[in-house]
């Protein structure tokens, strides 16, 4: 099954893909959001393009599970793309991912300056290989 992995952000939205067989991640691409209408018309033509069969999208809960009002935009957004598309969305915590990309980016010699774009997208393969890996989830 091939899996979209999504960290929803605010200004940028990192994306990661899987192979066919659901058991590698790449990297894809960061969408820079203009309009809301503007995101959704970019996924789903990537969903489609991609023939991708799920999704997983990070939910940063907070450490004792509390919903910050990222998280709770991100729940917004799910909904919204649930609305757009059959296929399962899954979630699972993506509390940690962004600071867990850097270090990974940092130990790869990428400088500072260079991070920001390959940031959104190193945490959607995060989010995504953790849902692989059978990270406790839910589906959305």
Known sequence: MKYLGIDFGIKRVGLAVSDEKGKMVFPLKTIHRSTRENLFLELLNIIQERGIEAIVLGLPLGPDGEKSLTCRQAENFMQSLDRRTDLPIYTVNEA????????ILNRCGIRVEKQKESLDQAA???ILESFLAGIPLREG
């Open 96 to 103: 940690y991912t962004s600071m867990e990309a850097e270090d």
């Open 124 to 126: 959607a393969v995060i």
